[in-house]
């Protein structure tokens, strides 16, 4: 199981650290990822890292703002974003895949593991 928190109301320009903490099972070795998904459309990556602990984002935007972190003692997956904008608006859902491959990893359907997500809210 996945639960997400630290989502919240914020200006643009302010930061957020969401966690997504995971119970039941480890994901140290897992490939995690970072989604989210605003009204209307559909659910889109942010940030993952692979089973080897590469890093990668979906923009160079989301590179230079968010950070995107794993804690394997405390079994938890981290979103460091910074510079928020208006736009990054949406419901974030962390995901965890113990066969994920890299060249799967922006793939919602390579994820078999999901959290219930948390949302983002941004004003200019």
């Known amino acids: 199981q996945l639960q997400a928190s630290g989502g919240g109301l914020v200006q643009a320009g302010g930061s957020l650290r969401l966690s997504c903490a995971a119970s039941g099972r480890s994901i140290s070795r897992d490939a995690v990822a970072w989604f989210r998904q605003s009204p209307g459309l559909e659910r889109t990556f942010v940030a993952g890292?692979?089973?080897?602990?590469?890093?990668?984002y979906a923009t160079d935007s989301m590179k230079g703002r968010f950070t995107i972190s794993k804690d394997n003692a405390k079994n938890t997956v981290y979103l460091q974003m910074n510079s928020l904008r208006p736009d990054d608006t949406a419901v974030y859902y962390c995901?965890?895949?113990?066969?994920?491959?890299?060249?799967?990893?922006?793939?919602?359907?390579?994820?078999?593991?999901w959290g219930l997500g948390t949302q983002v809210t941004v004003s200019s």
């Open positions: 995901a965890a895949g113990p066969s994920v491959i890299a060249s799967n990893l922006v793939s919602r359907d390579a994820y078999y593991y």
């Open positions: 890292i692979n089973r080897s602990g590469g890093k990668i």
